[in-house]
């Protein structure tokens, strides 16, 4: 028996004396939680202590990971993989987590996902009093505030339960006072858990630019539904009354307002707000309009105060203030756009321009350049893991999911692939391979790589070397060697980097050799731990000036299989009258099609 | 001159869209005109569709006129035709018949031929020239030039503000100087029209 044991097995309708931290574990038992992941920080800390103890009679997977961006990356790889997942951490740490939240949102889950911020307001143990509250905004994410340890149980499982219905991540955002105050907690029952599996869906999971745009206009109207919920949310509570003044307020600050009222012995109208974000717009201005003044009462920034501003100027018609009702929330403005959505409210009108329907043409998407090593590499990792999940990450290398390819199943955001093929792995018990190029590696593969070893992750890594920064146009990195000044700094050796993280069983091989680089792969898969593989060749376009072999097509060899343009889709391999040519001018002299070839058809020039 | 005009430049990534957009715009401040050349970097760029946007006149304050164009210059057949439709009626189309042919033609999917487009051409063009601009190119310069060779088709049409002075002098600031002679030639061949339609 542990001291928190009657978390786990507290039956439905007992009480027990919870510290608020304790009953948002509670709350994730409660919510059918499949994955915990956290980096401690003060004031959030006890709610992972707690469910790390739980874990294994719990039946769940708990990790401390090496920092807050791979625990969302782990918890939230798990819950695209259908898990019901949770990351906690105090309010400095969503900034660590940011650049994986902010995308996140894009591409959503598939299970639930509740990322706790624990705000620090007084600054107790921290180093600022930052109000993650505006965090929810930024990402476009749902964002709820209990007030007392009982809706902390209870609103961590209403959380849950949000997240899955509108498959996006949830922000239950607390403060110290919520997660370090003791008060009794009525438990519930516990809910059965999901069923699992990673479904493949590269328009939705891997964010190149073109689905990114998608996305985002899926974002603005899960949004809207999530208005909607908010409007008629439990969570948020009316309290009406015959006073003149009426008080907006949330979260702990509710605790105050309420004991402070009751000292002056007046009866004051209140709305409680739990749901935050999206704010109940309807809900607010049907409450305050009854009033002469509104008292909005919160702890460190005007955040409600903004939306209660807001919400009157909208309803006051004296000066109409327009924006976003006319002009679109995605993509960029543009002249046609401002007349076509602004003229009629300047009294012009815009004659629409009778501009010519668009030819249909094929498609033209980025690709690979001809002979880039990613492409060879690419199709290595086909033959040796098949039809298994490859996360991918940021740079040229993301243009390996587009057909022909097709690697590459999830793409978040720098670094991300790595703590959310352990998400993935963890959820599906499958072997995942993470992707990432080499300057990404050194950007944010580190604390991915520690965590995976650490936490015994069941991936392989794969890191593309090419040698530079190649898709922002060839900037040095730690691999290179080279300074920003143009001299010579130190070069950080990949492998010596992956091998001081723990990782064992690591090979360099070139992509250009497909026979010896499938060789290697397949060894460091065929295994249940960390093992990394890195694909060592310079990026094409830095190797231009050099001299090189060029390849032809044999014609009379040739029997127009296609299978090089099937399998490589190089753009220097293209269809002339009819025959498979090669053009010499694009030919970079790779020799990767002369050993796809079933033929021997291609051959040296 | 106070309307501000609009050009677009398409084509394959990699052709040297982007260095045609500084050409002529380096052209266009010589001649004492403001300009922005809207360029697109990154993923949006390796062997893909890329449209560059010009913008020319007396003051121009936005960056990019996504389409309304009165020129449209396309460095390859397909990429013409797919920002055909930005066009203004009776602009000026500059279309090289060159294909290249991505992934999905290659596979079976049709690119329209000349003869099946040229209908809209002939109701929508004020002015079309056409032509193998990459043939010619290769042949008189380099294939890497066609983009300067197109400059000279259209700086020979007679409807930009600008002399052929103004396109050399911009030619020897943009041009890396062991291409110069190169584009030097590639850019008079355009001027001459060499196997250049003008309808």
């Known amino acids: 028996m542990s001291k928190f044991d009657h978390i786990l097995y507290g039956r439905e309708g007992e009480r027990y004396l919870l510290l608020g931290n304790e009953a948002i574990a509670r709350g994730c038992i409660e919510g059918g939680v499949d994955v915990v992941t956290a980096y401690p920080g003060t004031p959030s800390s006890e709610i992972a202590d707690t469910l790390s103890q739980l874990a294994s009679k719990g039946g769940f997977y708990m990790e401390y990971s090496t920092n807050e961006k791979v625990a969302v990356e782990v918890a939230g790889g798990a819950a695209i993989a259908g898990a019901r997942a949770v990351t906690t951490m105090k309010h400095v740490g969503v900034n660590v987590a940011a650049d994986t939240l902010a995308t996140l949102a894009y591409v959503g889950i598939r299970g639930a996902f509740v990322v706790v911020s624990a705000d620090d307001p007084n600054a107790w143990s921290s180093q600022n009093e930052q109000d993650n509250r505006l965090y929810a905004p930024l990402f476009s994410i749902p964002c709820i505030e209990p007030s007392d340890p009982q809706e902390a149980k209870d609103f961590t499982l209403y959380a849950f339960e949000l997240s899955e219905k509108l498959e996006l991540p949830v922000m239950l955002r607390t403060t110290t006072r919520i997660s370090h105050t003791r008060g009794p907690v009525v438990f519930g029952p516990i809910k059965e858990r999901r069923a699992k599996g990673f479904v493949r869906d590269r328009a939705r999971f891997v964010m190149i630019p073109a689905h990114a745009r998608t996305r985002h206009k899926v974002l603005l109207q899960k949004l809207e539904e999530a208005q909607q919920i908010a409007e008629n949310a439990p969570i948020n509570k009316v309290h009406i009354t015959d006073s003149k003044v009426c008080i907006v307020t949330s979260g702990v600050s509710y605790g105050y307002v309420a004991d402070a009222i009751k000292q002056l012995g007046e009866d004051i109208a209140i709305l409680k707000l739990g749901f935050i974000y999206p704010p109940p717009v309807q809900l607010i201005w049907d409450f305050i309009k009854r009033f002469e003044e509104v008292i909005v009462i919160e702890e460190l920034e005007p955040y409600l105060e903004r939306i209660v501003k807001q919400v009157i100027a909208e309803h006051q018609d004296r000066i109409v203030v327009h924006g976003k009702n006319l002009l679109p929330r995605c993509g960029e403005l543009s002249i046609p756009t401002l007349l076509k959505n602004i003229a009629h409210k300047l009294g012009k009108k815009v004659e629409e321009s009778k501009q010519l329907l668009p030819i249909k043409v094929p498609k033209r998407p980025p690709v690979l350049c001809p002979g880039c090593p990613h492409r060879a590499s690419a199709l290595v990792l086909k033959r040796v893991i098949g039809d298994a999940v490859a996360t991918t990450d940021i740079g040229c290398y993301a243009l390996q999911v587009l057909p022909p390819l097709e690697l590459g199943d999830v793409l978040v955001c720098m670094g991300a692939s790595i703590g959310i093929a352990c998400g993935i792995a963890v959820a599906t018990g499958q072997r995942v391979a993470a992707v990432i190029g080499d300057s990404t590696y050194f950007h944010a593969g580190l604390p991915g790589t520690v965590n995976a070893v650490y936490n015994k992750h069941n991936i392989m890594i794969v890191i593309l070397d090419n040698g530079t920064t190649a898709m922002t146009g060839h900037q040095p990195h730690p691999g290179t060697g080279i300074r920003g000044l143009g001299d010579r700094g130190v070069r950080v050796l990949l492998e010596d980097v992956v091998r001081g993280c723990g990782v064992r069983n690591v090979k360099v091989v070139d992509p250009y050799n497909l026979k010896e680089a499938e060789k290697a792969v397949r060894s460091l898969w065929e295994r249940d731990e960390v093992t990394c593989v890195i694909f060592r060749r310079r990026c094409v376009l830095l190797e231009r000036e050099k001299p090189r072999t060029i390849y032809r097509i044999d014609q009379e060899k040739c029997t127009k299989c296609m299978s090089c343009i099937r399998l490589l889709g190089c753009p220097a391999i293209q269809l002339v009258d009819g025959s498979v040519v090669i053009r010499r001018e694009l030919c970079a002299g790779c020799g990767v099609c002369a050993q796809v070839c079933p033929s021997k058809a291609i051959v040296k020039t | ?199």
Do not use: W
């Open chain 2, 1 to 199: 001159m106070s309307a501000v005009r609009n050009i677009g430049l398409c084509g394959v990534g990699g052709q040297g869209i982007l260095f045609l957009g500084q050409l002529l715009a380096n052209a266009f401040m010589r001649r004492g005109l403001d300009v922005r050349v809207a360029e697109i970097h990154g993923m949006a760029q390796r062997g893909g569709s890329v449209l560059v946007e010009l913008r020319y006149g007396t003051r121009v304050h936005a960056p990019a006129s996504h389409g309304d164009y009165d020129i449209l210059v396309a460095l390859e057949y397909i990429e013409g035709l797919r920002q055909l439709h930005k066009l203004k009626r009776d602009g000026v189309l500059i279309l090289n018949l060159d294909v290249i042919r991505p992934l999905a033609a290659l596979l079976g999917e049709d690119v329209p031929a000349l003869s099946q487009i040229y209908p809209i051409l002939k109701q929508r063009v004020g002015k079309l020239a056409i032509g193998n601009f990459t043939k010619t190119a290769t042949r008189v310069a380099s294939p890497r030039a066609t983009n300067v060779f197109v400059a000279g088709v259209l700086l020979s049409l007679g409807i930009l503000p600008i002399s052929v002075e103004d396109v050399e002098g911009a030619l020897r600031v943009v041009s890396p100087p062991r291409f110069l002679e190169v584009n030097l030639r590639a850019l008079h061949a355009g001027l001459a029209r060499e196997e250049v339609e003008v309808r």
